[in-house]
């Protein structure tokens, strides 16, 4: 065996025993961005790329033990921070880089996005160039990330399902005329973080972004052509995003995507940051259970008809503007 190849072999086998924290390589821009792998100790059954929402980042709350959940289950799970979503490589848990997140937009974290799958399939050394055609990536996006997720996977064929959690049905549906007119303006508007108490910028170049490349960003039309199964889970409690936002993504396309209610659970599925505990909460137990089904059943190759169970109880949402 060549020695080369006996490196590969050695690599693989350290990919396959271990849990990588921070791995920096270069996003949107030039920009640095971080990334962990929780690779199972046996061979990789699929690699999943998780995609964190609107003022998210890979090590909020309970994701460390939502990845441990996809480890376990035998599938490599990737979370990452966009390169301008406000923290920095040497803070990843904080937005010390308010700059940067007013100049994030869809189409950088797209690109983002496609460097870190491009930078698992060229460094997980096991596999040889047959195998990585044979191995399985998925897409699993929360919120904002549920729409790019859609995105995503509309424009990368080696995606094979996509899950949504707590998804809105596009970039920029949630502003008001009166919102968008003082934006231009004032050149910028705030989004306020509860838990941190930050005014967080956005520079009106995420809207003229999204005039601009509309076609290219458009969910609804990327979804309607969409050729792969989709789930969508969203809480019936979700006070950011109404559930009539999964509704809608369920009717853009009825012979691909499928959508589940679960009722009780908010937007983030009972998770908080920080989180303590050393369990998921149940709601977001539940979210996990029902990606792994839907991602390890080889049967499942479309769903004839969405399933949408509505909720019961009436929406009070509080519109979280993405």
Do not use: C
């Not at 998210?56 to 799970?77: E, I, N, S, T």
């Not at 910028?201 to 309607?224: I, N």
Request: no cysteine.
């Amino acid at each position: 065996m060549s020695e080369s190849r006996q490196r590969s072999r050695r690599i693989g086998y350290l990919w396959s025993r271990m849990v990588l924290h921070n791995v920096l390589i270069q996003g949107a821009q030039g920009r640095p961005l971080l990334l962990d792998v929780y690779a199972p100790s046996d061979r990789t059954s699929g690699v999943v790329f998780f995609l964190h929402g609107f003022k998210g980042f890979k090590d909020w709350g309970p994701f460390h033990l939502v990845a441990r959940a996809f480890q376990q289950a035998g599938l490599m799970l990737v979370k990452f921070n966009f390169s301008h979503n406000g923290t920095t490589p040497q803070r990843p848990t904080e937005f010390a880089d308010l700059d940067a997140f007013a100049r994030n937009n869809p189409l950088l974290e797209l690109a983002d996005t496609e460097a870190v799958m491009n930078y698992i399939v060229q460094h997980y050394f096991r596999w040889t160039a047959q195998e990585v055609e044979q191995v399985p990536f998925y897409v699993v996006g929360h919120s904002r990330g549920g729409a790019l997720a859609l995105l995503f996977a509309g424009r990368e064929a080696r995606i094979t399902k996509v899950v949504t959690w707590a998804a809105v049905k596009g970039f920029g549906t949630l502003f008001t005329k009166e919102q968008i007119d003082r934006w231009k303006a004032d050149g910028v508007r705030y989004e306020f973080n509860q838990r941190t108490g930050q005014q967080m910028p956005v520079y009106y170049q995420y809207w003229e972004t999204l005039q601009q490349h509309r076609s290219e960003l458009d969910v609804a039309a990327a979804v309607a052509a969409i050729n792969k199964p989709v789930l969508v889970l969203h809480g019936s409690e979700d006070q950011s995003v109404p559930v009539a936002h999964a509704e809608a993504i369920g009717s853009y396309n009825h012979k691909w995507v499928q959508v589940k209610i679960l009722q009780g659970a908010d937007h983030t599925f009972g998770g908080r940051h920080p989180w303590t505990s050393e369990h998921l909460p149940e709601a977001l137990q539940a979210a996990v259970q029902d990606t792994l089904d839907f991602l390890q059943n080889q049967n499942a190759l479309s769903a004839s008809e969405p399933t949408v169970l509505a909720s019961s109880r009436p929406e009070h949402t509080t519109q979280l503007n993405v």
